[in-house]
């Protein structure tokens, strides 16, 4: 059937208004089209161009010198040493496993090392170097080197180590650095992102913790060309960091290492202290270790050996290390019962070897009693009587505000880790941490630096220096930085009599100098330098009434570890004093005969700038020193020192 012309027009009509539309929605579509191109290509340029350099250009951290350490006359005592070492990039070797054995081939590698480098190759992109082996020498780095092109993946690199030239003498002051932990990062107040970088190393212990923001340095850059993978293709730029500070420490490395070796294998600690200014000269904690080890990580057997040795190579006795101060103590009592105007010079006290204090019965160590004794003969010759009859007269409040003002329960601002502030007792204290009251027996005990009394040879230098001048003396460590004088925070004068603190210095004196010092053996011979000191012997355990009366046993009859703490505290010279000391041999029997030998050594040491003249010890004594002296493991004297050599 034919269709009319009618039906013909209206099919046509409704064709064309389709085609009108459609072309009108993709005139439309075209119209979005090139107004997205225009917006991309010419508004947005500028933002996707930008977009684009960043994804095409990264911008890397570059880690800065650390700042070198000094003693006070220019030795080196930490540095940055070149360090060779050798990479490996995993997906530029076909087969890691043969790659590392021709390595082994060349060189030694490290097991442990290794064991650490294939994990973190297991945790890491394969186009991201891991370090194989590290601390090469020059001979093993240029082997690697010259067979580098047959060592496909390998690569060997420069850079910088700590390295502590001295190795054991400032393990304990100048410390060590050590790889970037996680417990590191939750600790740190500062979001450095220096902290983030693969073997980067901050300060662990001692100084090189202490003072970590001053020797780190500020963290340069450089801008490399990376392709879509994030691999290296060129470096584009580079700028330096600004290397940490250099800081120069007051201790004296020639001095430091004789104390070291003076002290030898004896578990002990000696502080040698300019009373002027509170310098540190010498600070050493025995026995020590090598640091060296700790900067890359130690092996578990070297450490077990240090962990396990019972006299705590890793444990800073200077400033960590709490005692009994036992009779260096005195001083203390002496000077609460001088100020508080309970007692005189010429008084005297009777001492029997005992003293009945509420019901129970003081001993004296020495048990037929020292008679008649007055304030000069109490320290001469350490009457213990004496001090439990004034204790009980001037109150423990006293003596503990005296021992405060003298340094002592103080946590001093020393640029070393983890100070103790030691423990000086009173009424309050107790009832705080024992739950109980004061009594008169731990008023007693602690007039001789017994009971709950506490210090550390940090305390009893600091100690020792105030009774010398008079004054506030504060220690310090750092002499300078970048060459910049640090200020010297000495306080006022302590406030106390004059003629009080000359009572007691004097005292001391004869200590040394006396016929019946109990430090007599040790004194110093060449007038110059002759000194004042006080001995102590500090218990580390009980003696029974039954021990008293079949007699007590000699430290020498007792295993070491229940033998007493033997202390000592002097400074020099007399007239004019400079330096002050205090000695510490943990288990070393009596102060007298262990620790006063050695501080005066080591005074001798310090006050000629080397070995000192044979005619500064008394006469029968002069061959033995020599030889023990020649005997020393020495460390060849820096150009700083002065004074007598072996030669």
Known sequence: MKRNIKDSEDSLRRITRRAAIVGGLKLAFIGLL??????????????YRLLAEENRINVRLLAPARGLMFDRNGTLLADNAQNYSVTIVREDTDDVEATIEQLRALIPLDEAQLQRALREMRRRSPFVPVTLADGLTWKEFSIVAVNAPALPGLYPEVGLLRRYPLGADFAHTIGYVGRVTERDLANQEDRDPLLQMPQFKIGKFGAEAKLEDILRGKAGSRRIEVNALGRVMRELGREEGQRGASVQMTMDAN???????????????????DVETGDLVAAVSSP??????????????????????????????IAQGLYPPGSTFK??????????????????????????????????????????????????????????????????????????????????????????SGLIPNKDWKFANRGEEWVIGDTVNASIGQGFVLSSPLQLAVMTARLATGRTIMPRMVKSVDGVEQPIENGPDMGLNPLHLQWVREAMYDVNNGRRGTARASRIMTEEHKWAGKTGTSQVRNITPAERARGVFRNADLPWNRRDHALYVGFAPFDAPKYAISVVVEHGGGGSSAAAPVARDIMLQALHGGLPPLDAYPSDQRREIEEMQNALPLRPPGPSSSGRTRA
């Open 34 to 47: 090139a107004g997205r191109m225009r917006q991309l290509q010419v508004e947005d340029a500028d933002q």
């Open 255 to 273: 001095l430091q290492n004789y104390v070291q070796a003076r002290l030898g294998d004896e578990s002990a600690s000696a502080v040698v202290m």
């Open 288 to 317: 020590s270790y090598d640091p060296n080890k700790f900067v890359d990580g130690i092996s578990q057997s070297d450490f077990d050996l240090l962990r396990d040795n019972d006299h705590r190579p890793l444990h800073n006795k």
């Open 331 to 420: 001083m203390v009592t002496l000077l609460a019962a001088l100020e508080a105007g309970l007692i005189t010079p010429e008084e005297r006290i009777q001492c029997n070897g005992v003293l009945r204090v509420g019901g129970r019965r003081a001993h004296c160590w020495k048990r037929a009693g020292h008679g008649p004794v007055d304030l000069k003969k109490s320290l001469v010759e350490s009457c213990d009587v004496y001090y439990y009859d004034i204790s009980m007269r001037v109150g423990i409040e006293k003596i503990a505000e005296m021992a405060h003002k003298l340094g002592l329960g103080v946590a001093h601002d020393v640029d070393m880790t983890s100070i103790s």
